[in-house]
């Protein structure tokens, strides 16, 4: 079974900061895909990017990058020019590469705050 | 907006009883899942259905069961409602389910058990 670990609980950065988040994650799997979602105080689940395993090139989403380290089963989250809207908790999630019956594993979830 | 509609929003119910909750997928989403968001739990996986087929279980109760209909809108039942089942219960679809499909998730609805 997979499973993902996100070992910060709780970050805090300063406004126009950067800030990365960890992820960790175990899978005997060869393909799949890794996410990371947004949870801001309304408590709707925002996708934020996405990562495929078999792609080398780490993914970005304006100021969202990932650090993907496939051997070391690391996907770290890079927030630049953080801004107070990105107060949120923010989950890790792994999905494997199944023809259908597919599901997202989440950790436990980092709580970010933005401080200006 | 994600596209998946859920409702209520919000639901509030005595310990023993029954509730369905409603989940409309996007427009062109096959398969449609169930988690559960508690406090002492995070986020868990409970079920998921693929063109009307369930596809993947997770952690769900014997007391909870769901179902997709042929439009495709799913409802999940949970039944003799305990305290601890009190949470937010998102639904969430994406195109085929297969692996890779984003999922994209509904603004939940919030059970309270009391």
């Known amino acids: 079974a997979q499973t993902v670990t996100q070992s910060q609980p709780e970050m805090s950065v300063q406004e126009a900061e950067t800030v990365t988040l960890s992820c960790t994650y175990d899978t005997s799997e060869s393909n799949y895909y890794l996410f990371w979602y947004k949870q801001p105080p309304s408590r709707q689940m925002i996708l934020v990017i996405r990562q495929e395993a078999y792609k080398q090139q780490n993914a970005t989403e304006n100021r969202f990058s990932v650090n993907f380290q496939k051997a070391a089963k690391s996907f770290s989250l890079k927030i630049s020019d953080s801004q107070l809207g990105d107060t949120a908790m923010y989950f890790c999630?792994?999905?494997?590469?199944?023809?259908?019956?597919?599901?997202?594993?989440f950790g436990a979830g980092t709580i970010l705050r933005v401080k200006s | 907006d994600s596209g998946v509609t859920q409702t209520p929003k919000h639901l509030i119910t005595a310990t023993g009883q029954r509730v369905t909750l409603r989940c409309s997928p996007r427009s062109g989403d096959l398969s449609v899942y169930w988690y559960q968001q508690s406090l002492d739990q995070g986020l868990q996986f409970l079920i998921q259905?693929?063109?009307?087929?369930?596809?993947a279980k997770g952690n769900i109760l014997e007391r909870f069961s769901a179902q997709q209909f042929p439009d495709l809108h799913s409802e999940l039942n949970l039944s003799s409602l305990e305290l601890g089942d009190s949470a937010l219960y998102f639904c969430a679809s994406s195109i085929t389910g297969g692996g890779g499909n984003t999922i994209y998730f509904g603004e939940g609805s919030w059970l309270t058990v009391v």
């Open positions: 259905y693929y063109n009307g087929e369930e596809r």
């Open positions: 999630a792994f999905m494997g590469d199944g023809e259908y019956g597919n599901k997202l594993v």
